[in-house]
């Protein structure tokens, strides 16, 4: 039987009135557009009226579309909220997804589409705008003072909107004609008067400095606020699922759990997990094992480069001075050197066995692959594999803040990627403080 | 076509296609020469005011498959958008045709 790809070969179809379309947020078009896509395939030797896509689960969708299955069903449900997408159950047991685009069409019966199959819009020459005799419409005039040929059929589509007005036209296109920058007028104001019901905002009043600045466009925001059918708030939450997405699902879920929300949390905690996911687990964790500390105390350790530390001890607190200022010094360069010095030096300075130095590197190379840059660059490119003995690897560090580091988070994957490149296994990872002649062991 | 400066593009019903960059910065398509592919060149000249297709074959090898070769002008690439949104409306519009069956386990399935 041949295997057919699930996903389609080149191309998915994108309707333009959804992926322009400033309410609907860009992972709910992302996975509306996936869905569509799967219905490409067909069946062979069959003897169905119509070839179908084959039946997915949840779970095969949410793969495919690169989601959990929780927030599958979460994009789903928003999605048929917004009318993308429909249900129809089956038997009881089944549940098909039907698709429901939206193209424009007015035509009701065929007596109206022969009849309304005018002259072709191409007609017009190119950078003219004339005015059609049947224009007697002050919107179409006003249009047509800003270059609009509304004898094309979207001027016409949008002239025909209840909310465009001869003054609403002129209002967006005296302001547009104030802007630098704009060489499509007609097009953008069209665009605007599409999804804005208001004028533009009046200038600001003047400053000391200089001239009033202009009234700004619309914002989506704004625009999301005039659309009829959902309030700012509504489109604002959207976003914060948007950036909720951003994060591993089940990061996302404790977050929420100790009460993480808004816009500028989200993208802020995105941000922070993009370079060290593991910083924003250990506080995640660490708050959620303190129930007096909440979302605020997360933030505002979320926007400094300290670890926590479940009991900090003298030693504990000591370790991590240290290490900060290991980090400064590697920061304002004055480690350089040492981080950076040839692999022969090192070799000899910590009696090296060159296939031992020639696994690490592989297997440097595989854990760079493994974990973000960051955590890569903080916790491992300037570590040492020692010595491979009777299944026991001993790696040096150059604190011992990163040693206790590594041996409760990296553990089992050091060992394994070890084992790997040495073709043996590797049962015990002993790290140990690098010294400036032989390593010792931290504990 | 055996020429290595075109490049296949797709294959309609048994029937290659590919396009061929002329030295002009523009391209020309190629049609494998089936009953298929004739009224498919003609269809696609038919869009560039209908001249007929220029049929080719391969100038150092004469055993090759002939092809048409219509040229991607100005028109016909705008008429070619056209007919490719209304291909797309004809088969997304189908009642049947765009659609994904979900299988849900028994107890997912709303009462």
Same mark, same amino acid.
């Given at each position: 039987?041949?295997?057919?790809?699930?996903?389609?070969? !080149?191309?998915?179809?994108?309707?333009?009135?959804?992926?322009?379309?400033?309410?609907?947020?860009? @992972?709910?078009?992302?996975?509306?557009?996936?869905?569509?896509?799967? +219905?490409?395939? !067909?069946?062979?030797?069959?003897?169905?009226?119509? $070839?179908?896509?084959?039946?997915?689960?949840?779970?095969?969708?949410?793969?495919?579309?690169?989601?959990?299955?929780?927030?599958?069903?979460?994009?789903?449900?928003? %999605?048929? =909220?917004?009318?993308?997408?429909?249900?129809?159950?089956?038997?009881?047991?089944?549940?098909?997804?039907?698709?429901?685009?939206?193209?424009?069409?007015?035509?009701?019966?065929?007596?109206?589409?022969?009849?309304?199959?005018?002259?072709?819009?191409?007609?017009?020459?190119?950078?003219?705008?004339?005015?059609?005799?049947?224009?007697?419409? $002050?919107? @179409?005039?006003?249009?047509?003072?800003?270059?609009?040929?509304?004898? $094309?059929? &979207?001027?016409?589509?949008?002239?025909?909107?209840?909310?465009?007005?001869?003054?609403?036209?002129? +209002?967006?296109?005296?302001?547009?004609?104030?802007?630098?920058?704009?060489?499509?007028?007609?097009?953008?104001?069209? @665009?605007?008067?599409?999804?804005?019901?208001?004028?533009?905002?009046?200038?600001?009043?003047?400053?000391?400095?200089?001239?009033?600045?202009?009234?700004? %466009?619309?914002?989506?925001?704004?625009?999301?606020?005039?659309?009829?059918?959902?309030?700012?708030? =509504? @489109?604002?939450?959207?976003?914060?699922?948007?950036?909720?997405d951003a994060l591993p699902d089940d990061l996302g879920r404790a977050l929420r759990d100790l009460g993480w929300s808004g816009d500028d949390a989200w993208a802020e905690v995105r941000g922070v997990a993009a370079r060290d996911p593991d910083f924003v687990w250990a506080w995640v964790r660490y708050v959620e094992a303190h129930p007096r500390l909440g979302a605020g105390f997360l933030r505002t350790q979320l926007r400094g480069s300290s670890w926590p530390a479940e009991k900090k001890d003298g030693a504990a607190r000591e370790r991590e001075r240290q290490w900060q200022e290991w980090q400064r010094q590697e920061d304002e360069g004055e480690l350089m050197e040492a981080v950076l010095s040839p692999t022969e030096e090192a070799m000899a300075r910590y009696n090296i066995a060159p296939e031992t130095? +020639?696994?690490?590197?592989?297997?440097?190379? $595989?854990?760079? &692959?493994?974990?973000?840059?960051?955590?890569?660059?903080?916790?491992?490119?300037?570590?040492?594999?020692?010595?491979?003995?009777?299944?026991? +690897?001993?790696?040096?560090?150059?604190?011992?803040?990163?040693?206790?580091? %590594? !041996?409760?988070?990296?553990?089992?994957?050091?060992?394994?990627? &070890?084992?790997?490149? %040495?073709?043996?296994?590797?049962?015990?990872?002993?790290?140990?403080?690098?010294?400036?002649?032989?390593?010792?062991?931290?504990? | 076509?055996?020429?290595?400066?075109?490049?296949?593009?797709?294959? /309609?019903?048994?029937?290659?296609?590919?396009?061929?960059?002329?030295?002009?910065?523009?391209?020309?398509?190629?049609?494998?020469?089936?009953?298929?592919?004739?009224?498919?060149?003609?269809?696609?000249?038919?869009?560039?005011?209908?001249?007929?297709?220029?049929? *080719?074959?391969?100038? *150092?090898?004469?055993?090759?498959?002939?092809?048409? /070769?219509?040229?991607?002008?100005?028109?016909?690439?705008?008429?070619?958008?056209?007919? /490719?949104?209304?291909?797309? *409306?004809?088969?997304?519009?189908?009642?049947?045709?765009?659609?994904?069956?979900?299988?849900?386990?028994?107890?997912?399935?709303?009462?």
């Amino acid at each position: 039987m041949k295997q057919k790809s699930l996903v389609p070969p !080149k191309f998915a179809i994108a309707a333009a009135s959804f992926l322009y379309d400033p309410d609907l947020p860009d @992972h709910l078009y992302r996975t509306y557009a996936r869905i569509v896509g799967l +219905a490409w395939q !067909k069946e062979e030797e069959t003897e169905r009226s119509y $070839e179908k896509t084959p039946a997915l689960t949840v779970y095969e969708l949410a793969v495919i579309c690169n989601l959990s299955v929780r927030n599958m069903w979460r994009h789903i449900g928003e %999605l048929g =909220e917004r009318g993308l997408l429909a249900w129809e159950e089956e038997k009881g047991v089944q549940t098909r997804m039907i698709f429901f685009p939206v193209w424009p069409g007015n035509v009701t019966s065929v007596k109206d589409f022969f009849e309304s199959a005018d002259e072709p819009a191409s007609a017009v020459p190119a950078g003219q705008v004339p005015l059609a005799p049947e224009v007697a419409n $002050e919107t @179409h005039k006003a249009l047509a003072e800003f270059g609009v040929n509304i004898l $094309e059929p &979207l001027a016409r589509q949008v002239a025909a909107l209840p909310h465009v007005t001869p003054d609403l036209v002129r +209002a967006w296109g005296d302001n547009l004609l104030k802007r630098p920058g704009i060489h499509n007028l007609p097009g953008l104001l069209l @665009h605007i008067l599409q999804r804005h019901t208001e004028p533009p905002p009046p200038p600001a009043a003047p400053t000391r400095s200089g001239p009033a600045p202009q009234a700004p %466009l619309p914002d989506p925001v704004t625009i999301a606020g005039n659309n009829g059918s959902g309030d700012v708030d =509504e @489109h604002a939450s959207s976003g914060t699922a948007e950036l909720a997405d951003a994060l591993p699902d089940d990061l996302g879920r404790a977050l929420r759990d100790l009460g993480w929300s808004g816009d500028d949390a989200w993208a802020e905690v995105r941000g922070v997990a993009a370079r060290d996911p593991d910083f924003v687990w250990a506080w995640v964790r660490y708050v959620e094992a303190h129930p007096r500390l909440g979302a605020g105390f997360l933030r505002t350790q979320l926007r400094g480069s300290s670890w926590p530390a479940e009991k900090k001890d003298g030693a504990a607190r000591e370790r991590e001075r240290q290490w900060q200022e290991w980090q400064r010094q590697e920061d304002e360069g004055e480690l350089m050197e040492a981080v950076l010095s040839p692999t022969e030096e090192a070799m000899a300075r910590y009696n090296i066995a060159p296939e031992t130095m +020639a696994a690490w590197k592989k297997a440097q190379d $595989e854990l760079a &692959l493994q974990m973000t840059r960051a955590t890569f660059d903080t916790w491992l490119r300037s570590a040492l594999l020692l010595s491979v003995d009777d299944g026991r +690897a001993t790696l040096g560090v150059r604190h011992a803040y990163a040693a206790d580091w %590594l !041996k409760n988070r990296l553990d089992r994957v050091i060992k394994n990627t &070890l084992g790997r490149h %040495l073709d043996r296994p590797v049962e015990e990872l002993e790290i140990v403080l690098l010294q400036e002649g032989e390593g010792e062991r931290t504990q | 076509m055996t020429d290595d400066k075109i490049r296949s593009l797709q294959s /309609v019903g048994g029937t290659r296609v590919a396009i061929r960059h002329r030295e002009d910065a523009g391209q020309d398509i190629l049609v494998e020469a089936t009953p298929l592919g004739q009224r498919l060149a003609w269809l696609l000249a038919s869009l560039d005011g209908g001249a007929a297709p220029r049929k *080719e074959q391969h100038p *150092e090898d004469t055993r090759s498959q002939p092809f048409y /070769v219509v040229r991607h002008s100005r028109d016909l690439d705008r008429h070619v958008m056209e007919l /490719v949104d209304a291909l797309i *409306e004809l088969r997304i519009a189908h009642p049947r045709l765009v659609q994904l069956e979900l299988e849900l386990p028994g107890a997912e399935v709303a009462p």
